[in-house]
């Protein structure tokens, strides 16, 4: 695990403790509520329901896909799945159409679960519940669609009642590349499991951050929130702002107040959005037109039965089959692609699976899970690789062919010429590159790294391209003696 | 029993509901509230440490529906009725002064 | 036609009603036309109404004689007229809950009731008055006037379906629906001298229904006997998948029931009754308890001592729920607005402007009793008694099949009586509340009259989805009433 402490003076280091918040929008036809579309990007007010809307007399009706999305969240988060209630948030907001947003408050469905970041640390996960988002607010006026200096706000509400999980994360994160870690890794296992597309882009996946500072093993600070932070890379520089920001506070004597702040991406700043000071006072009380949810075992077995494997999974299967590191970029990237499947095809039709990982990861970058190049040719191409019929280069060369549609790789090497060179061929390529280059030889012997690179180039050219790269370095080294 | 209720307390919850109410209403309202709030003292003699809240007369549970999509309502209709409207949207004039 | 006719003719029974239209013996048309001739002599004076939908009602007439001349049968309220309380969404036509914030609105869809009674053949002929988003026992507290009870009109008809209420006792509708959180059907049928019900909560639909106090609310109908109340039942109860709240089962039918008699049911006096009552509403009563004595049932005292703290949990529980479901009145998407440079300025400002003092006072007592600091003492504590008093109950449950109180303390009192003193009007409600706190089901019958020789009514109440006994009782009672000349029979 990485080390990031913060420097104070007199010899404090503190660190940041953080717990992350993340809503994400469930993958249904519907809404949480009722059965007007759960769509993104349609004409606006046009996903409307009395219910939606909070039209006097309307009522609320649970969706048994969002439960069951709810629930893959939960079991995937290795989360104690239970008998849950729901109740009334009540505050104002002109995007919150009842003045209300159901949630569930003491009794959500998913409790004390966790996930395992690439790296093998543990996060807790202290609940995952369903609630309900609101509409979306555009400002007018004003600079830069904010609310302060706007002189109206208009109000979607096809947003509205789109059903929700938001996952609540212990402070256990303790560097932003964890944080960004968590992020990454809870994404890649909702896009997995199909609960949600989790875009952050979008806004299908929100992620509010807790932050605090202390001196290691000390009482937890002061927090706070930081809302608006819609990537990845954003999340680990705002933490990152934070923290020290909050240790600047500290080192100046200062109090640090509870408080919800905005990150800004352009000034790279966190800002006070407003004062936590007066807490909030939501009114929580059971929702008394909805009946508790309480999923027999039957239900969350089968649940449990229908998860695919998880990514965490999957990438220990590929490290196993490749013997690259399962937190490897090239493993992550391979399985974040869902190409893992596609992997095991080729290593079934008798292909290598590292080099087909490589491969795979270098061209098939947007050819998604099943790639158009037959497993069986590309596993036909690692093996010539293997059986030194063609070198890297060659071998590149070949694969693009393949991607562009040309098919056996056999053909595509016949056809362009390529046969491996002989082994007295290739030694009589170096040597007479060694007499051509007496100057770069002489610093290759002093051990200057460059000239490695420049007789390499020399030879290959010379054998325009047929050399392997590797074999010409070997025997390079074995003429140094 | 919470202290009795006074002007502060009822100017506070005024504010919660979001009800304008007068100096005046906010007196009228918290004699009335009080004399209520002696009233409903009555519960105050009553032993309910071993009783479970009972929020719904009938018990069920587990009271979903399918995730298929219904009808929506027909924007022109809903519009026509809303206070303010532009560009297909609701408008309501500036948001501030929400945080409390 | 002359008020005398119409009158007369609009006092018949809905069952008689649609049974002649039905059978062709009567036109839909010619019965809507007499009681909107009804309605033209008296309204003026009730105000039962906030709207009379003549064009809707006429067309709605004239389909269901179509339907008859066709030799289909428009179904079990052929041709009835109905008048349905200003809190239920009728699609198009406006709803109002009697409050200023909804002037104006129209809503998109109908009340599942409503579809009902439609596809039953009745026909909408208004929506009637109530207190403002159904808070009040007078129905005084309306945006638009109160209504005045049709057999007194110095005189309150109770509330809040004070409107529907009148409607039937005025003969301007045979039915009508009403609305009941913690009496609001019972107490102005009392008080007009009508049969009101309030079924098992989960029994008939909510969809549509305004809510005020979700957990408390159900609607029920109205009529001038009991055989008319079940037939309206009979239409109205049923599962229905768009109100989670709403009993997935089949309701057995009441107007079958209602024959049965009422030997060897057991009848519930309760001996540690909340006192306060008139004497002769007392009187009543006990003639209430001979009466089913007399046809063969057994009267067995019975004790309930949580009622006593009925009133509190209700006044703490009702404005609770209903502090939320009135938030959303914010002059965003509906209803009123008064402009205003901000959001949070239009929202206190529209909400000033746009309910009235009882429904303020009632939002204020709710959120009191939610917000942080005071939700365990207030309404936690409300929970636990609701709790107590269905335990009390369903123990007495054990020993009775119904049992009989008064539906309200006293008699219709004037107007304006108790608006000044908001405690003495939530006592009204002291008899009836706890049937809703249950979620049982309670009724009330017409029995004789009381002081100045107003209407009294008796309360049945029965354990949940008990309708059929306690529809038993009711016809009995009302068999005897008119034999004895109390009740409506002996008019
Ligand atoms: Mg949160
Ligand atoms: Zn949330």
Known sequence: MSEFLIDGSEGGRFEMVVGLEVHVELATATKLFSGSPNRFGDEPNTNIDPVTLGLPGALPVLNRQAVEFAMRIGLALNCTVQACTFHRKNYFYPDMPKAYQISQYDVPLNVDGWLDLPDGTRIGVERAHLEEDTGKSTHMGGSGGRIHGSESSLIDFNRAGVPLVEIVGRPDIRTPEQARQYVTELRAILVAIGASDAKMEEGSMRVDANVSVRLPGGELGTRCEIKNLNSVRSLGRAVEYEARRQVALIEAGERIRQETRHWDETDGRTHTLRSKEDADDYRYFLEPDLVPLAPDQAWIDAVRAALPALPAERRASVAGMTGVAADSEAVMVLVDRGQDHYLCQVADAGGDPARALIHIKEAFADQGEQPLVEAGHLATLTQMELRGDLTATQAKQVLAEMVSGAGDPVAIAAAKGFEAMDSSALEALVDQTIADLPDVWAKFCAGEGKAAGALVGAVMKASKGQADGKAVTALLHSRKG | MPERIDVHVVAKVSRLARLDLTPSEIEVTTEQLAKMLDHFADIDAVDLDAVVPMTQPYPLINVLREDVEQPCLDRDEVLAVAPDVEDHRFRVPPIIGLED | ?491
Request: glycine letters at 10%; a negative charge; aromatic letters at 6%.
């Open chain 3, 1 to 491: 036609m002359s008020t005398a006719d119409s009158s007369s003719f609009a006092m018949s029974s809905a069952t008689q009603i649609a049974a002649q239209i039905r059978s062709g013996q009567m036109t839909a048309s010619a019965v809507l036309e007499n009681h909107l001739a009804a309605i033209t002599a008296r309204e003026s004076e009730i105000h039962a109404f906030n709207l009379v939908t003549i064009d809707q009602a006429r067309a709605q007439a004239a389909a269901v004689d179509a339907m008859v001349a066709a030799g289909q049968d428009p179904g079990p309220l052929a041709g009835v007229p109905v008048a349905i309380k200003d809190n239920m969404c009728t699609r198009g036509v406006p709803t109002t809950c009697s409050s200023r914030m909804l002037e104006g609105w129209r809503p998109p869809y109908d009340a599942t009731v409503v579809t009902k009674l439609a596809a039953a053949g009745a026909v909408m002929i208004g929506k009637t008055n109530l207190d403002e988003f159904a808070m009040g026992s007078s129905t005084e507290n309306s945006a638009f006037g109160p209504t005045r009870n049709p057999r007194d009109t110095s005189r309150v008809p109770g509330g809040s379906s004070g409107g529907s209420a009148a409607a039937v006792a005025a003969g301007f509708a045979p039915i009508s629906l009403g609305s009941d959180t913690g009496g609001s059907i019972r107490q102005p049928a009392a008080l007009c001298g009508v049969v009101g019900v309030k079924p098992t909560y989960g029994m008939v639909s909510r969809l549509g229904l305004v809510a005020f106090a979700s957990s408390l609310d159900q609607i029920g109908p109205f009529a001038n006997d009991v055989a008319d109340a079940a037939l309206v039942m009979d239409v109205i109860a049923g599962h229905d998948p768009g109100d989670s709240t709403s009993i997935p089962m089949e309701h057995p039918s009441l107007t079958a029931a209602i024959a049965q008699g009422v030997e060897g049911l057991r009848i519930g006096r309760i001996t540690d009754l909340p006192g306060g009552a008139d004497p002769e509403v007392e009187a009543r009563l006990e003639e209430a308890f001979a009466a089913l004595a007399a046809a063969g049932a057994q009267i067995v005292d019975v004790q309930v001592p949580a009622l006593t703290y009925g009133l509190t949990a209700y006044y703490l529980i009702a404005p609770a729920e209903a502090s939320s479901n009135l938030a959303r009145y914010d002059g965003v998407r509906y209803g009123m607005r008064v402009p205003a440079s901000d959001t949070n300025s239009m929202y206190m400002a529209t909400r000033h402007e746009g309910f009235g003092p009882e429904v303020k006072r009632r939002i204020m007592l709710g959120t009191y009793a939610l917000s942080a600091g005071y939700f365990d003492a207030y309404y936690g504590k409300a929970l636990k008694v609701r709790r107590l008093i269905a335990d009390d109950f369903d123990r007495a449950y054990q020993q009775v099949d119904v049992m009989l109180t008064p539906t309200a303390p006293s008699v219709a009192f004037a107007l304006g009586a108790k608006t000044d003193d908001p405690l003495a009007m939530y006592l009204c409600d002291t008899y009836t509340i706890p049937s809703n706190l249950a979620g049982h089901p309670a009724m009330s019958v017409p029995f004789g009259t009381g002081a100045d020789d107003l209407p009294v009514g008796v309360q049945i109440m029965a354990a949940t989805l008990n309708e059929p006994v306690m529809f038993r009782v009711a016809a009995a009672l009302e068999a005897a009433a008119g034999s004895n000349g109390n009740g409506r029979g002996g008019q």
